[in-house]
Each structure stands twice: as structure tokens, then as C-alpha cells.
């Protein structure tokens, strides 16, 4: 039994946006991490229902794959007064997501920063319990760091890992480990338990470099030229609800 462990925990509160780090996370059974993708920014109407929301392609929004500009954005979210502060080019502009005059500032931002990229006005989308995740199933996405080295190797460049845009990441497992994991289940510390689900196809929003919003690599190229697959990554179910933190004991059952 090989026992890795967790070296970072991250959540995304603005799909598309900055993300943040965790020292710690309590894990719902069958929810995301926290606040992760609470809120997405929709570029022209998307058919959201907030009364009924559902899963929706994330085309339907502004996001890494099409809109690489927004990661020269600085962001913070503040979960106890939902607001958030959007940082460029050494200026920054805050608004409460709560409230009508809080979404416009921020929707006023995104209308002037993203002009030629919109199909309509910016509008932030939000349903409670709701999460703006690339898929329509509850999960948590893993990033298994030996294999983002591996990916280092074929390129000949270094590869930050936060382009994979993931929750948790792992040390200390062998390269591609994660995909001999789909259907078995993982513990974390002593009572937090997931149920490792598919494989994570990448899209050209890897390419972005998260530091400068720079087209600078083709990733999904790369794993396809050099392993066969265009996959990093897997998604996994939260079977058994607790905490997890920073540098916890990952293992297989």
C-alpha cells in the first residue's frame, strides 16, 4: 500500500477566474469542494435558470479555453461579505455579488475588458447549491503532480501545474497512477473517503500560462503525440464526508 499525500488544495469561487488557495476543506458527501464555480460569468444569454439550474456547456461562458485574457486578472473572494475584488494592470475594483449594484460594477468590468469576445452583455450567474463545473455530476478533480512532470518531459518546457485548474493535488504517486484509481476509492486522513470516477480530457485552456494569459504551449497536443491520450486529471465522488488538509495521507483501499 503506497501512501501519498495532499500538496495543495485549491477552489475556484469564478469559474474562468483566479484561483484559491486552501489550507483546509471540509468535503460534503456528493458535493464539490466549497465554493467551488458558485459563480460563473455568462457571455450572452446561456438559458440559465436560477429557480432550476442545470448543467450548461461552459461556452456558455466566459472561461480559459476561449477568453485567455482573463488570466492577466487578479481575484479575491471574500465568502463573508460575497464580494469580489478583481485586480488588472495595478488597479482593482470590488463589488458585493449579493446585491444588483455589487454584480453590475463587476458586470461593467467584464463588458469593457472582454468587449470583443462578448455575444452579449456579462451577466453573474449564481443558484444556491449550484456549482459551474465542466461537468454535471458533483465531483472533485484531482491532479496527480508526477504526471504534470511527465507532461514537462515530452514538452521540454516547464509546466505549471495550476493549468489544470484542479482541486486537490497529489504528491508522491507514480506518473498516471490516477487512472488505474477509476472505480476504486481513495481515503483522506482518517474519515474522508472519495470513489475516483473518469479521466479528465483536456482542452486548449491548458495551454493558457496562468501567470501572463499567454498562449504559450499545446497540451492537449502533446498527450496525444506522446501517450495517446489527451487526459490529466480524474474526477472523484466524495463517498464519505469529512476534512481534508494540507499535506494529509492519501490512500487505496
Excluded at 14 to 42: H, N, W
Excluded at 43 to 53: K, L, R, V, W
Excluded at 107 to 118: R, S
Excluded at 195 to 206: D, E, G, M, N, W
Amino acid at each position: 500500500m503506497r501512501k501519498a499525500y495532499l500538496d495543495a488544495i485549491y477552489r475556484y469561487p469564478v469559474k474562468g477566474l483566479s484561483p484559491e488557495k486552501l489550507g483546509f476543506a471540509k468535503l460534503e458527501l456528493f458535493q464539490t469542494l466549497p465554493g467551488d464555480r458558485r459563480y460563473a460569468i455568462e457571455n450572452g444569454p446561456s438559458g440559465f435558470d436560477p429557480a432550476a439550474p442545470g448543467y450548461l456547456p461552459k461556452q456558455r461562458f466566459l472561461m480559459l479555453m476561449k477568453n485567455e485574457r482573463l488570466a492577466r486578472l487578479t481575484t479575491r473572494y471574500d465568502d463573508a461579505t460575497d464580494t469580489l475584488t478583481v485586480g488588472v494592470d495595478g488597479r482593482e475594483i470590488s463589488g458585493n455579488l449579493g446585491t444588483p449594484g455589487g454584480r453590475k460594477t463587476i458586470e461593467d468590468f467584464f463588458a469593457t475588458f472582454c468587449a470583443d469576445e462578448l455575444r452579449g452583455p456579462p451577466k453573474i450567474l449564481r443558484a444556491d447549491g449550484h456549482s459551474f463545473s465542466d461537468v454535471a455530476a458533483k465531483v472533485v478533480s484531482i491532479i496527480n503532480l508526477a504526471s504534470v512532470a511527465e507532461i514537462e518531459t515530452a514538452i521540454g518546457k516547464p509546466v505549471d501545474p495550476l493549468r489544470f485548474r484542479a482541486n486537490l493535488y497529489v504528491a508522491d504517486w507514480p506518473a498516471w497512477r490516477e487512472f488505474d484509481l477509476i472505480g476504486h476509492d481513495l481515503n483522506i486522513s482518517s474519515h474522508t473517503r472519495l470513489r475516483v470516477t473518469k479521466r479528465i480530457v483536456r482542452c486548449a485552456a491548458t495551454n493558457v500560462d496562468p501567470a501572463t494569459g499567454m498562449r504559450d504551449l499545446a497540451i492537449p497536443q502533446a498527450l496525444m503525440q506522446t501517450f495517446g491520450h489527451m487526459d490529466c486529471g480524474v474526477y472523484a465522488e466524495v463517498i464519505n464526508r469529512g476534512s481534508v488538509a494540507h499535506a494529509d495521507a492519501i490512500w487505496e483501499d
